[in-house]
T-cell receptor
Framework: AQSVTQLGSHVSVSEGALVLLRCNYSSSVPPYLFWYVQYPNQGLQLLLKYTTGATLVKGINGFEAEFKKSETSFHLTKPSAHMSDAAEYFCAVSSTGGNNRKLIWGLGTSLAVNP | DGGITQSPKYLFRKEGQNVTLSCEQNLNHDAMYWYRQDPGQGLRLIYYSQIVNDFQKGDIAEGYSVSREKKESFPLTVTSAQKNPTAFYLC?????????????FGNGTRLTVT
């Protein structure tokens, strides 16, 4: 069965510091991987996705993630944190096979950015 | 602009009452989903529908019901059988049959049952 693990339910960084949010997955087939962001009392918004091809994926708001098959990881990074990056971040993997499309979600990482 | 509208944003009900959450989309997406979000538990799938007049149970369907009479609408009813209904409910949609298409989300409905 597929699963997603986000290491660290809460991450705190200083403004201007590197952001690193970790995501590991398990999948018996090549996965499609997603990072979503959620601001308080709002829905989720896609940050970036990996399907096939280039393993370094760039997304919105300066975020990027690298698919590492050997490590089964898809960590999210941003070189310099901004106060507006404070939010909840979710990693998800898409199951394949058949006509049912179902995302497997991580439990989320809450990012705090300190001035 | 196209999008998903969930209403109301906040909903309060007494225990034992059924309540219906609205979800409307104008993205012309075939598939629609309902998720429940609780603190520290991520998103859990309640129901999904890939086509009008058809829907499937997700991981936590007990105590919930849905209908899909129109492509653009996918209302969720939280029944009195749901033991712990207080939560944040998210509706989402996506084009059918594409595993790499992202979900488009509404802004959610926060339901409080006392």
């Amino acid at each position: 069965a597929q699963s997603v693990t986000q290491l660290g339910s809460h991450v705190s960084v200083s403004e201007g510091a590197l952001v690193l949010l970790r995501c590991n997955y398990s999948s018996s087939v090549p996965p499609y991987l997603f990072w979503y962001v959620q601001y308080p009392n709002q829905g989720l918004q896609l940050l970036l996705k990996y399907t096939t091809g280039a393993t370094l994926v760039k997304g919105i708001n300066g975020f990027e993630a690298e698919f590492k098959k050997s490590e089964t990881s898809f960590h999210l990074t941003k070189p310099s944190a901004h106060m507006s990056d404070a939010a909840e971040y979710f990693c998800a993997v898409s199951s394949t096979g058949g006509n049912n499309r179902k995302l497997i979600w991580g439990l989320g990482t809450s990012l705090a950015v300190n001035p | 602009d196209g999008g998903i509208t969930q209403s109301p944003k906040y909903l309060f009900r007494k225990e034992g009452q059924n309540v219906t959450l609205s979800c409307e989309q104008n993205l012309n997406h075939d598939a629609m989903y309902w998720y429940r979000q609780d603190p520290g538990q991520g998103l859990r799938l309640i129901y999904y529908s890939q086509i009008v007049n058809d829907f499937q149970k997700g991981d936590i369907a007990e105590g919930y019901s849905v209908s899909r009479e129109k492509k653009e609408s996918f209302p969720l009813t939280v029944t009195s059988a749901q033991k712990n209904p207080t939560a944040f409910y998210l509706c989402a949609s996506t084009p059918l049959g594409s595993y790499n298409s992202p979900l488009h989300f509404g802004n959610g409905t926060r339901l409080t049952v006392t």
